[in-house]
């Protein structure tokens, strides 16, 4: 680094180089893990606050290369997104959910949704809600199985945003906002965006019981979300003590590891089962 000074000083600094190559590598070897079957998605469960009751689970991609070992979606995704392998990734990733909801279902555990992260890309692909109702067809899913998660982000370029969340619902799926809080949509915006339900990032809910001021964010994300009649989930809900209140506040549905880590779909069954036993 000392070499040069000015902007390029960067480009020696060993730090740098190390995450110049470890991009490079998550690219060399994502561009093969689909067809090798390295990606996996994992499940992981939201329940009704009210009746305690499971009504869907989130789908998480993961990927366990040979040669890089488990890497983050955190971290693969954004390399996948800008090398444009997320458009292949991200249909593996729904035509793989909706196929597993299907096979719930014929296994007679019904009624539950599977949710799919979109990323920024696939939601300004043109052909997004084709290839989705494309993929219902195929697996045989209703699109009351399905609901799409798109971040504040995504919605930003409204001309675009607006139809494709118009011809996405018309499909009959539903929509969530993800990760609410971190963006910067503005409240007035979030009237006219044509979705189904919040959820609130976990940021804010991880501290619900010790701050204050996340416990009144919180509080006004819920009441605007009863006004605006959406339904509101909490992300990241990890005590007792955060789920008591969040109940108390209204919250509609609460996610997170004080139900269940993201599991693998084999084990969803048995997690159902030990769920409503108590
Ligand atoms: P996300 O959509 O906000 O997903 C929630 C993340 O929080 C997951 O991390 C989950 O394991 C973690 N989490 C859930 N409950 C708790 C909790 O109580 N405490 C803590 N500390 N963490 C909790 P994960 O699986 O590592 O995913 C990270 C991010 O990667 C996701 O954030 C999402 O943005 C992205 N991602 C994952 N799967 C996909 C995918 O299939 N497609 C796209 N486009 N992005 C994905
Ligand atoms: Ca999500
Ligand atoms: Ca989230
Ligand atoms: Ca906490």
């Known amino acids: 680094a000392e070499l040069q000074g000015g902007d390029n000083c960067q480009f020696y600094d ?18 093969k893990a689909l067809e090798n079957n390295e990606l996996l998605l994992q499940y992981q469960p939201e329940m009704c606050i009210t009746d305690h009751r499971i009504v869907g689970f989130e789908s998480l991609v993961r990927w366990n290369s040979p040669k890089l070992g488990l890497v983050s979606p955190a971290e693969f995704i954004p390399v996948a997104e800008e090398t444009g392998l997320i458009y292949q990734l991200g249909e593996w990733v729904l035509r793989e959910a909706c196929r597993q909801n299907r ?13 799919v992260n979109l990323s920024s890309r696939q939601f300004y692909d043109q052909k997004l809600a084709d290839k989705v109702g494309a993929i219902l067809q195929e697996t045989g899913l209703s699109p009351k199985g399905l609901e799409l998660e ?50 609130i990032d ?36 990890e005590s007792e003590e955060e789920l008591l209140l969040l109940s108390q506040l209204g919250c509609n549905i609460a996610q997170g590891f004080l139900l269940s880590k993201p599991i693998d779909a084999d084990q969803v069954p048995g997690f159902l089962k030990r769920f409503s036993d108590g």
Not at 217 to 235: G, W, Y
Request: net charge positive; hydrophobic share 40%.
């Open 103 to 115: 096979k719930w279902q014929d296994a007679g555990i019904s009624g539950l949704f599977v949710a």
């Open 14 to 31: 060993p730090r740098y180089q190390r995450l110049i190559q470890r991009r490079m590598e998550i690219e060399f070897h994502l561009r």
């Open 150 to 199: 798109i971040t504040e982000s995504m919605t930003m370029n409204r001309q675009s945003a607006t139809p494709t969340l118009q011809t996405l619902r018309q499909l009959g799926l539903s929509v969530a906002l993800d990760d609410f809080g971190t963006g910067y949509s503005s409240l007035a915006y979030l009237k006219e965006l044509q979705i189904d339900k919040l959820k």
């Open 202 to 237: 976990r940021s804010f809910v991880s501290e619900i019981t010790k701050s204050t001021i996340d416990a009144s964010i919180v509080n006004t994300i819920i009441t605007l979300c009863k006004d605006l009649k959406l339904c509101v989930t909490a992300e990241g809900v």
